[in-house]
């Protein structure tokens, strides 16, 4: 089977920035894939090489089997959604929609039809002859998915969808986009810089940092399973653990990883404890975040709310089940 | 800070600023004035007798109508040239960086700071050292050197105002680079263009300095009249064309203005 997307050893560089740096990567057709890392680390390079904004330095992509070098934005089959939308100020939002129709010569009543309908799609029926300027932030970003969409995209790219969107919306939107996904089939390739926005909605994850994926794997490989400790720390600030920690407890000398939700708190001694001191306790609702020194190292420990806490500046002892301390790639 | 007192202001300021407005205004209305004088010769105040007998003898001079014209097509074409060349020029300054950006946005700015003499002098000793006869062309060369500044200053803003991923999103939906440009870029500039442009007809038509290096034996309307105040022949009839000019100048500035205002108003509620 074809990718949908396919890059192969794609660099982009920018002067002496690169910004992508042979970079391979392959995206399943019908997937809802992320791209997800700090600012600067060369998502937002990538989507823009799939979307043809950019074009890569060296290596190759396709899309769909299809040869992308060189290929101009308007004759590749993918449609963005951009961050700030980009809707045109001077076009209603029927109009909007039916722009990418409109400049492909369907006939007036054809593309209003196909127009509405992508609103309805996104849930904004009659909101045609209204402005962009007149809509909320997520309405705009409602109609620049249907603007997106009309043009039947086989691969719909999204930039930090969500990130103007304060967090109520965020959250309905997540499932929404999810759900529309999944009722259209169309391969969903979106770029973020939060983690929680990644792990809860993309089938596969790509990490990136400095211009390279760190790995690629489902939610569950890239939080449970990291491979190196920038993943550990980017994705769900992992508790990183140098080698002689680890030997330890595993017998190899090698950087490991443990979650903060897998740490127990106990007041004695006990077993084969670490042995900690509290340095202060952050309540976050549902839980409780622990900062930890255990002799130096400093450890996050994430306990359910109500839980009984010790005061800042005791004494604790640190126990974990040995199954959840993770070894990563890198060697000590 | 007076917040909590009255917001009128005292007397003494009242009448100086009164003052101020008439001394502004007063010789302009005297113009308009005289255009209805029966006196010839000279401007005696108060005129001896009001008639509208010059705005006929105006309209059947003809010397008055070749001028008028010559200043019209100038200034068309001026302002023609100067929108092809201040939008692209402003295209390029904000929508690219590149080197020696920041000198270019300058060069084209500096004609409007330069006194008219500094660029008229400077025109006409390129134009007889490259042997190029003074001609129609050479007026509108010469126009076209602050009409581009005024374009592009307009354009570069409006520019600056509009996203520039609007445009990539345009490209996205499938619209070539001619397609972007009607459909997107042009309804976006084209109040700052219309602006602009009305600017600088205006402009182009009452500049007498520059014209004078430029032109050859021709006569725009501004040098026309500055030719009929030495000769005392018909004055009143200078003065009709005056109100002519204030006219055809006052009018495309103030539609300017509503129109740029506008524009503010719509880039300021997108957000």
Same mark, same amino acid.
């Given at each position: ?49 799939? #979307? ?15 040869r ?29 929609? #039916? ?9 007036k ?12 799609l ?25 603007? #997106? ?14 990130? #103007? ?57 890239i ?36 979650r ?15 042995a ?7 309540y ?44 990563m790639?890198?060697?000590? | ?31 308009? +004035? ?35 014209? &010559?200043?019209?097509? +100038? ?59 003074f ?47 009607r ?10 263009l219309?602006?602009?442009?009305m600017?600088?007809f ?34 009143? +009839? ?20 509503? &129109? ?12």
């Amino acid at each position: 089977m074809t990718s949908a997307v396919s890059f192969q050893k794609v660099s982009r560089h920018f002067g002496s920035v690169r910004a992508v740096d042979m970079v391979d990567l392959d995206i399943v057709p019908g997937e809802f894939f992320a791209m997800l890392g700090p600012s600067g680390s060369g998502k937002t390079t990538c989507l823009r090489l799939i #979307a043809g904004f950019e074009q890569p330095t060296s290596g190759s992509i396709s899309i769909f089997g299809e040869r992308a070098e060189g290929v101009p934005p308007y004759r590749r089959n993918v449609n963005t959604v951009f961050q700030d939308y980009a809707l045109f100020p001077h076009l209603n939002v029927l109009d909007n929609v #039916a722009y990418g129709l409109m400049v492909k010569g369907v006939g007036k009543l054809e593309r209003q039809k196909a127009a509405e309908e992508a609103l309805s799609l996104v849930r904004l029926p009659g909101y045609g002859a209204r402005r962009p300027s007149q809509l909320s932030g997520g309405q705009r970003q409602r109609v620049a998915l249907a603007r #997106a969409l009309v043009n039947q995209p086989k691969v719909l790219l999204l930039d930090e969808p969500l990130g #103007a969107l304060d967090l109520k919306l965020r959250e309905n939107m997540q499932e929404e986009l999810k759900s529309l996904q999944k009722a259209l089939g169309i391969t969903f390739v979106f770029v973020t810089h939060d983690q929680g926005e990644a792990l809860s909605m993309a089938d596969r994850v790509a990490v990136f940092n400095d211009g390279k994926i760190m790995q690629i794997g489902t939610p569950e490989d890239i939080y449970q399973r990291p491979k190196t400790r920038f993943v550990a720390d980017f994705v769900g600030s992992s508790n990183v653990l140098p080698p002689d920690f680890v030997q330890r407890y595993s017998g190899q000398h090698r950087w490991g990883s443990l979650r903060p939700e897998s740490i127990r708190i106990g007041r004695a001694a006990k077993g084969d404890g670490v042995a900690a001191r509290l340095v202060s306790t952050n309540y976050l609702g549902a839980t409780t975040r622990l900062a930890l020194d255990a002799d130096g190292l400093r450890l996050h420990a994430i306990v359910p709310a109500g839980a009984k806490l010790p005061r800042e500046g005791e004494a604790v002892v640190l126990t974990f089940n040995r199954e959840h301390l993770h070894l990563m790639d890198e060697p000590g | 800070m007076r917040s909590d007192g009255s917001p009128s202001a005292p007397l003494g300021l009242k009448v100086a600023a009164a003052c101020g407005l008439l001394f502004l205004h007063l010789p302009i209305f005297l113009i308009f +004035v005289y255009a209805f004088t029966t006196e010839e010769k000279s401007f005696a105040w108060p005129p001896p007798g009001l008639t509208m007998q010059w705005f006929a003898v105006t309209w059947n001079r003809p010397d008055v109508w070749e001028a008028l014209s &010559l200043s019209v097509r +100038v200034a068309a074409i001026s302002t023609l040239v100067a929108l092809v060349l201040g939008t692209l020029c402003a295209a390029a300054v904000s929508r690219t960086r590149f080197f020696g950006r920041e000198t270019i946005s300058l060069l084209v700015i500096l004609p409007i700071a330069l006194p008219g003499i500094i660029t008229g002098i400077a025109l006409r000793s390129a134009f007889s050292l490259a042997e190029i006869p003074f001609s129609f062309w050479t007026i509108v060369l010469g126009h076209a050197t602050f009409c581009v500044v005024v374009v592009y200053n307009n354009a570069v803003a409006r520019f600056r105002r509009t996203s520039g991923s609007m445009i990539e999103a345009s490209m996205d939906l499938g619209a070539d680079g001619f397609q972007t440009f009607r459909h997107v870029v042009l309804p976006n500039i084209a109040t700052a263009l219309l602006a602009g442009g009305m600017l600088a007809f205006a402009l182009s038509f009452d500049e007498v300095i520059v014209t004078t290096f430029t032109a050859g034996q021709q006569q725009t309307l501004p040098i026309w009249m500055l030719e009929e105040l030495i000769r005392p022949r018909q004055r009143p +009839v200078t003065n009709v064309v005056a109100m002519v000019v204030v006219l055809v100048t006052l009018l495309p500035i103030l539609v300017a203005y509503y &129109l740029t205002r506008d524009g503010d108003q719509i880039a300021g509620s997108g957000k």
